[in-house]
């Protein structure tokens, strides 16, 4: 079993050299939601630290020179990104950086010029373009080198006896409601990618709608290798799916559970059910708040109908389904207020030595 991991699409995003000229001059369709207000939902995603314009960082993510930042005035908002823009280029040679300097030089001259005069709406749609930019120009790079894997699979004989599981750990706001990063289960950060190559199993095509989840992953690789899977594993092998055979897949929805908080991003501790039709989300801790998404209708989740009488029914089916999971996977409040406190300790303990007392 060969694990191939590329950590490339992590914050900050920096495409491979080869690639600098064909994606800074490119432009990208902006998502629906780019300028969404959050007004269908509540505290936590108006609350969050993940918007384009107000919380990504000029320097490390837009890659804005520091001395262009100091003569525009722009503030280092999270007061690290100097330090990562940095960190990135000090420690390229001179050959790279001049490759470097002669396509993102040029742009933040162009900046210099437009930003006095840009709207909070022109400032928006700059700053997705250039995320756009080296996000997909790094996602370019690690496509190439999966292929190369792919390639070496093929010339060696080897494609046949293989199988390929190509995945993420979660999906990415790429824009969408004005956002970047993860950790929400809304859709955009929820869904994960998930394809899957098995010559001889699975037939070319093939898709299904079923809800599954990475915990799925080291079922279906021991069912693979025909080695029988620990009782105490939470997942199903997904080789019933491989087959077609979406009639014996009983699983009507997935659990999730957010932990991070107080942290960066400032995403609220949350725990969901989502089904086919319908999300159900509990944002908890310094909130007490609900949020219920029909999943057919309202396919961007832009209006929490958990209040709305014609849900009323829904709403109870969803939470009997949520407590039930809940148990089903071992999860509690007494565990939620055990895992704040343990939390909440570490942070206060950070830079300390906590075995002084």
Known sequence: ?????????????????????????????????????????????????????????????????????EELGIPDVSGWGIKAFKREVDRMNPEQRASWDSVYRPMNEEFKKVFPTMTEEEKMKWRYQRYMQDYLGTIAAVDENVGRVLDYLDANGLTENTLIMYTSDQGFYLGEHGWFDKRFVYDESFKTPLLIKWPGVIKPKTKTDEMVQNLDFAQTILEAAKIEPPKDMQGESLIPLFLGEENTWDREAVYYHYYEYPSIHMVKRHYAIVSKEYKLIHFYYDVDEWELYDRKNDPYELNNVYNDPNYKNIVSEMKEKLKKLRQKYGDSKQLDDMYVNKYLEKIENIGKDVTKG
């Open 1 to 69: 079993m060969l694990m191939y991991l590329h950590k490339a699409p992590h914050r900050e995003w920096l495409p491979a050299p080869r690639h600098y000229k064909e994606y800074i001059n490119k432009s990208f369709p902006e998502p629906e939601t780019l300028f969404d207000d959050y007004e269908g939902r509540g505290t936590a995603a108006k609350k969050a630290e993940m918007n384009l314009l107000d919380h990504m960082n000029y320097a490390g993510d837009s890659k804005i020179y520091p001395d262009v930042m």
